[in-house]
């Protein structure tokens, strides 16, 4: 079983290392992007959509009503086929937070 992966130490070499993140796909609401770090090829998500839900009240009956939004997260970030990794850090965080930052090479 793998061990946890150490957010700080992640931050220390993405600032040491320089390294650019690349664009890999997009699925489901998510852009997949892979960094190396620690020599290791990763992979994780940036949801760029989420689901807005916004109550009506029409003629005394009220309705909720479910939309599709992007993300608030994203803010004014242009993402690109190729990013710097520490550009990133917010999602990487996110991702290792949620154990969706995953070692893809051995």
Same mark, same amino acid.
């Given at each position: 079983?793998?061990?946890?992966?150490?957010?700080?130490?992640?931050?220390?070499?993405?600032?040491?290392?320089?390294?650019? #993140?690349?664009?890999? @796909?997009?699925?489901?609401?998510?852009?997949?992007?892979?960094?190396?770090?620690?020599?290791? %090829? @990763?992979?994780?998500?940036?949801?760029?959509?989420?689901?807005?839900?916004?109550?009506?009240?029409?003629?005394?009956? %009220?309705?909720?009503?479910? #939309?599709? %939004?992007?993300? %608030?997260?994203?803010?004014?970030? #242009?993402?690109?086929?190729?990013?710097?990794?520490?550009?990133?850090?917010?999602?990487?965080?996110? #991702?290792?937070?949620?154990?969706?930052?995953?070692?893809?090479?051995?």
């Amino acid at each position: 079983m793998e061990t946890k992966v150490d957010i700080n130490e992640v931050k220390k070499d993405l600032y040491r290392s320089k390294e650019f #993140a690349e664009f890999s @796909h997009y699925c489901e609401g998510k852009l997949y992007y892979t960094v190396n770090v620690f020599g290791k %090829a @990763h992979q994780f998500p940036i949801l760029v959509t989420e689901t807005i839900s916004k109550t009506v009240t029409f003629s005394g009956f %009220a309705i909720t009503m479910d #939309a599709m %939004a992007l993300s %608030a997260d994203l803010g004014k970030t #242009a993402f690109s086929k190729s990013i710097k990794g520490s550009d990133l850090i917010r999602w990487i965080q996110k #991702a290792v937070d949620t154990d969706d930052f995953i070692k893809i090479s051995l």
